[in-house]
């Protein structure tokens, strides 16, 4: 009997001090890290702001990489969210949705998670810093409360090994991913003009003719150059009886610092054709020596920009730029990038007469 009463008296104190060590601890957790990337701003705010790219740069994916992940509504900003379901034991089903979105301030996600804990959320703050302001700290932060959930408060003892080694991992992830975009700021495109704000739109099928050129990178080299093989097209254009479809491409292959190597490319149809969905054109091409090939294009998405106020030469950065837009929200760039040359091809080559539609094939 007196050894019973020594358990009972033992538990009693062990219950005490856990009530008591519980009420002291405390009632929420806070934790915080940074780290530094010289990407441009509106790239690292767009990454985060999107639900796109979460899988790519957040480490719970890579704790089930069975589980399984939707996003539900919006794909950016307020409102998007992600939900995950996994069979794995302390993951369980949860979701992250976006609640704040400063443009190149902040963006704030509201987390539902299994582990104890209510109102859990994390916030991405970027600052710019360095020489000049050309790099971006960006500063994860993790709160959580456990109100008089004393076990809770018990679990809060381990956030800063659990959940912040989470944080880090995830953010030396988004400094990689960051890393591989390249660095162009394309909030520029749009600044004169809203027209020039990338999009993703649905290309259809289309038959084109082109012709492949490499040439010293010399403005009116490239220029005869072009016109010698839209002379050739125009060739095959009349003794097919097609007609050419919206102004001349140009695909680049390698802009080189001797020889720029592209594709002159015509999209062509039957002449008084106007279905919507394009079959492939039986076409001859004869006469020898005759470089034009004719081929159909798959139905694809491809991101577009419009660009003004300069000329073909000034093309590359705004390449860079619409092949980043893509990047942070998600999508992967294929084939190559081409241009839409609008003002002629004469006109291309003037800085004040240029305009362009830059287009990139995405998945």
Do not use: C
């Amino acid at each position: 009997m007196t050894r019973l009463i020594e358990i009972l008296i033992s538990l009693a104190i062990v219950a005490v001090l856990f009530l008591v060590v519980g009420i002291v601890l405390p009632s929420s957790r806070h934790l915080s890290h940074s780290v530094e990337t010289n990407r441009k701003l509106t790239i690292v705010f767009d990454t985060l702001n999107s639900m796109r790219r979460f899988k790519d740069w957040n480490p719970l994916a890579l704790r089930d990489p069975n589980m399984e992940i939707k996003l539900v509504g919006k794909e950016e900003g307020v409102g998007a969210r992600l939900e995950y379901s996994s069979k794995e034991r302390g993951l369980g089903n949860g979701s992250w949705e976006i609640v704040k979105s400063e443009p190149g301030k902040l963006v704030g996600y509201k987390i539902s998670s299994v582990e104890r804990g209510d109102n859990k959320r994390s916030e991405f703050t970027l600052k710019p810093t360095g020489k000049n302001n050309r790099n971006v700290e960006i500063t994860q932060t993790y709160d959580v409360d456990y109100g008089w959930d004393l076990l809770g408060r018990y679990s809060g003892l381990y956030v800063s090994s659990n959940v912040g080694e989470d944080v880090k991992m995830g953010l030396a992830r988004l400094s990689n991913l960051l890393a591989t975009v390249p660095n162009y700021d394309y909030s520029k495109l749009s600044e004169t003009d809203p027209a020039g704000a990338p999009k993703i739109v649905d290309r259809p099928a289309e038959n084109v003719l082109s012709v492949t050129a490499a040439v010293e990178r010399n403005n009116d080299k490239i220029k005869g150059q072009i016109h010698s093989n839209m002379e050739w097209i125009k060739k095959v254009i009349a003794a097919n009886g097609l007609e050419a479809v919206g102004p001349v491409r140009i695909v680049t292959n390698e802009f080189g610092a001797e020889t720029y190597s592209f594709d002159v490319v015509q999209q062509v149809r039957k002449i008084g054709d106007t279905s919507t969905e394009a079959t492939k054109l039986d076409v001859k091409i004869d006469g020898p020596g005759n470089p034009v090939k004719a081929e159909l294009l798959p139905p694809t998405k491809v991101v577009v920009s419009s660009s003004s106020g300069h000329n073909f030469a000034a093309l590359p950065p705004v390449r860079d730029a619409v092949r980043a837009w893509a990047l942070t929200r998600g999508y992967t760039t294929t084939d190559r990038p081409y241009e839409a040359w609008k003002a002629g091809i004469d006109e291309s080559f003037d800085p004040a007469l240029g305009k362009f539609d830059v287009y990139w094939p995405v998945k």
